[in-house]
Every structure is written in C-alpha cells, then in structure tokens.
C-alpha cells in the first residue's frame, strides 16, 4: 500500500503501475480503487505510462477530515501529483472529470494536459431545480444515517431502474455501498447547480481532451460541447458506440495518443 499525506492530514492510498510519464486517474461517485473502472484502464495505460490510482478521500482504504471542502480534494490530487514528481496527466471520468477540471484551475501547471469523460452537467432552470431538489434530499437522508436510502436516491438520480436497485439492496455488496454513502455529498458539491462552470473552465489553460460517448443521451454531448467551447486550449473527441460506462480497451489509445502527443 502506497499512501502519501494531505495538507489537512488526510491519508490518501494509492497504487502505481507501468513506467513512464505519470497519469492520475480521478474516479466519479461511488468508485474507488477496488470498486470502478480505473484499475482496468490503469492496466492498460501502464504501457506506456507511470499510472496512479486513488482512493478519494473517504473512501477505499483513504482516511476523511471534517469539514469537507472541495479545496481538500484538490489538496489530495496535488499531493499525489508531488509524489508523481511535482507534474502530472490527468484523467477524470463523471463528477471525478469536474473534480479535474476544478483541480486544473486551481494547479496550474502542475497537471500538464486534461483528459475529461463525460462530466455529468445539465441545462436549463429545470435542471438546475432537480439539482437542488436532489442536494436537499440526499442531506436529509445523510443527517439521519440512511446511507442506505441516500445510495438509493442517487441510483434513481442517474437513471438506474428501481427494479434494479431492489435486486442490489439484497447483495452483500450493499454495506459497501452504504459505506460510501456520505462522499455522495462530497461529490454533489463539487456538481455545483449541475450546470457548466464556465469560470471554471474557462481558467484551465493547458492542452484538454473533452470526450464523450457517442452512445451517451443528449445532455452529455451538449455538456461536452459547451465545456469545450469554453476552455481555450481544449478539443472534443466522440468514442463511438460507447456510453458513460465506457470500455477501457476503447479509450486507453485515445488517451494514450492524445498524452503523448508533442
């Protein structure tokens, strides 16, 4: 087990694989090291590239320090990037794309290319009312300890079928997703009203890859598109056939092109 310190404390675990440049991976929701889609796409990367998975805090074997603040998460990848050798690629998928993104920002130059996947933004007062709606209640649940109910909500929040989400509540593997309960709101924050941060993006000035799946819904192109509109140095990049849950095998060589590429 490999861990490295955080500024406030925080330990944060992570694994290392492959030799070359570094690449950091940045899981969404409810993924971590043992639990996502990282480790296979690490395996795959470490081809050609020093690959680094994590457990974001509060999750997988990572300690958590109250109050959580986004500025904390981006502290634990900008300690991970010092043990990297002080710069870094980096990759982020879903809510873990718009953590990037906000780390991009505030890092500089320390993070020297951007790869993101379908950052989850909507549009429209609508969307930014569900969005809220969704805060208030996923709160509500999490003050009263139903991690249970709060994973369940937000299963039904990104369009898991209720049929579904009965059959996984009678797994074994449900404590563990009870566990992670309380970084949903860790990754909510970090969503914002859910809309596109242009500030956000607009102050990531290094070379950015925005990707999406070409299978995906509608909101995730107009997403990826308004992102891409608004970053200076950023191209769009549509993986055919694939959706949010997006095939390792398909994107490791559009990442590895697009990070080894002068």
């Known amino acids: 087990m490999n861990k490295v310190i955080s500024k406030d404390g925080t330990r944060i675990v992570y694994e290392k694989i492959g030799t070359g440049l570094p690449v950091i991976l940045v899981d969404g929701a409810m993924c971590y090291r043992a639990s996502g889609p990282m480790r296979p796409l690490a395996s795959l990367l470490s081809k050609w590239f020093t690959v680094y998975t994590y457990d974001r805090r509060g999750r997988g074997e990572s300690s958590d320090t109250q109050p959580y603040k986004i500025k904390r998460e981006i502290e634990d990848l900008e300690a991970l990037i010092g043990e990297a050798g002080d710069t870094a690629f980096v990759y982020g998928i879903s809510s873990g794309?718009?953590?990037?993104?906000?780390?991009?920002?505030?890092?500089?130059?320390?993070?020297?290319?951007?790869?993101?996947?379908?950052?989850?933004?909507?549009?429209?007062?609508?969307?930014?009312?569900?969005?809220?709606?969704?805060?208030?209640?996923?709160?509500e649940l999490?003050?009263?300890?139903?991690?249970?109910?709060?994973?369940e909500l937000f299963m039904k929040n990104v369009g898991i079928p209720e049929k579904v989400i009965v059959g996984m509540r009678q797994s074994p593997m449900w404590s563990q997703s009870e566990a992670l309960a309380p970084t949903l709101a860790y990754d909510d924050a970090i969503m914002g009203d859910?809309?596109?941060?242009i500030d956000d993006a607009k102050a990531v000035a290094i070379p950015a890859l925005v990707l999406d799946g070409g299978s995906s819904p509608l909101f995730m192109h107009e997403a990826a598109d308004s992102l891409n509109e608004s970053m200076p140095s950023a191209r769009r990049y549509t993986v055919k056939e694939q959706t949010h849950d997006v095939d390792p095998e398909?994107?490791?060589?559009?990442?590895?092109?697009?990070f080894k590429e002068d």
């Not at 953590?99 to 969307?127: H, M, N, R, V, W």
């Not at 969005?131 to 208030?136: A, G, I, K, L, V």
């Open 142 to 151: 999490l003050s009263a300890g139903r991690n249970g109910d709060a994973v």
């Open 194 to 197: 859910g809309t596109v941060p």
């Open 250 to 258: 398909v994107l490791a060589p559009i990442l590895q092109e697009f």
């Open 97 to 139: 794309a718009v953590l990037a993104l906000k780390a991009a920002g505030a890092l500089g130059s320390k993070i020297q290319k951007l790869a993101l996947y379908e950052p989850p933004f909507t549009f429209g007062e609508d969307a930014r009312v569900a969005s809220e709606s969704y805060t208030n209640s996923l709160n």
